[in-house]
């Protein structure tokens, strides 16, 4: 039986303390393997301080920082709409949820003028799973995790591509500081909706042991008990490039999962930097051939991701140098948001942005050098006054 109800498809506003850091969480994933093709929902609400914060993220292979890749947007801190559960909300990030049916059926919904719209279902294809371990990265929220099937269209840069595929979903709810550094990762696998797994490492631990998980194989369900996670870097950038999970559940049965990676985008998400893979998996031997099902998600905390991301700017650096184009390295530097264009818009605008963007930097350096003569001025004034 689940421990969860219907009632947890709403907010738990009510049930949360007064604290300003009091966080509820909605996140749903999607993917389309044959084109190396991933895509998040995600929505964090501070109900204490009014805000929700997250987006739409979607990416492939030819690129992986958020500001190049197919879609990312990530607002930080808009208004929670009033007058609105979370059973049916219309967020101002552009993301809208409808529960159809109790923590099974929900109607998945983005829009973002012609960037792109979304029209997704989630089914899904297991009871809600409860985090149990106190030892993961999510010891004090109320969690729970849920793979289901995710299936409709998005239309991309006016492009419309079918998504149907078994994916994750999770829910959270409780305090969430700001304040967190440490690594964990959060690996989720599926061959089909009888055999996938969850597995979460021990938060700061460089072994890389599972703390928390559990395994569907053969349609039954049961946690983990013991395992690790086994990672092959690209030598190049130094993101993960294969994986390896070795577990054993509380039924004895044992765990062996190899993913490749097929593309991936690294996330600066509130407190946290991820580092997120779409994993072609094959779990116990079995793999879905059609690859429509298979997906996966990995994410990595501040430390290791940013161990990553330095090998991966020498590269770019280097690469940039030797083309001479120039490149954002945050999209902050931007305020044209190039990211969220179509690759051709986005190639024909970098050139445009960032001669504006120079001429911003031009223009603050030239008024810092103008308070800094006025500085010297005043200060010329007062020695005169001084000696006289």
Not at 343 to 372: I, T
Request: charged fraction near 30%.
């Amino acid at each position: 039986m689940s421990e969860f109800s219907a009632r947890d498809d709403s907010f738990h506003f009510d049930v949360i303390s007064d604290r300003w850091l009091e966080t509820e969480t909605a996140w749903f994933s999607f993917c389309q393997p044959e084109r190396k093709l991933g895509g998040w929902l995600y929505s964090m609400f501070r109900p204490n301080i009014g805000t929700v914060a997250g987006g739409c993220w979607i990416w492939d292979a030819g690129a992986h920082l958020p500001w190049e890749v197919l879609y990312s947007t990530n607002y930080s801190a808009l208004r929670i709409p009033g007058g609105q559960d979370l059973t049916d909300i219309s967020l101002p990030t552009g993301v809208s949820i409808k529960a159809l049916e109790p923590l099974t059926r929900y109607r998945l919904g983005y829009h973002d003028d012609e960037r792109l719209s979304l029209d997704l279902t989630y089914e899904s294809v297991m009871a809600p799973r409860a985090l149990h371990k106190a030892d993961s990265s999510f010891t004090t929220l109320n969690h729970f995790d849920q793979f289901g099937r995710v299936s409709g269209e998005i239309t991309l840069h006016g492009e419309r591509i079918a998504i149907d595929c078994i994916s994750m979903r999770d829910r959270s709810w409780g305090p969430r500081p700001e304040h967190r550094p440490g690594k964990s990762a959060y690996v989720t696998g599926v061959a089909s909706a009888e055999d996938a797994f969850l597995a979460v490492t021990k938060w700061n631990d460089e072994t890389d042991p599972i703390a928390y998980g559990f395994m569907i194989r053969d349609g039954e369900t049961a946690d983990l008990v013991s395992g690790r996670r086994i990672v092959e870097r690209d030598s190049a950038h130094g993101w993960v490039k294969r994986i390896t999970i070795e577990g054993r559940d509380d039924r004895g049965r044992e765990l062996f999962a190899v993913g490749e990676r097929l593309s991936g985008i690294v996330v600066n998400r509130h407190s946290l930097i991820d580092s997120n893979g779409l994993i072609a998996w094959t779990i116990n031997g079995k793999r879905d051939t059609a690859r429509t099902r298979t997906c996966g998600r990995c994410i990595a905390g501040p430390h290791s991701a940013d161990r990553r991301a330095r090998g991966d700017r020498r590269e770019r650096a280097a690469a940039s140098a030797r083309s001479g184009r120039h490149r954002f390295q945050s999209n902050l530097q931007c305020p044209y948001a190039p990211f969220l264009m179509a690759p051709a818009q986005r190639r024909g605008r970098r050139g445009a942005a960032v001669r504006d963007a120079q001429r911003l930097q031009a223009s603050d350096r030239a008024r810092s050098e103008e308070r800094s003569r006025q500085k010297g001025f005043a200060r010329a004034r007062r020695r005169r006054r001084r000696a006289g």
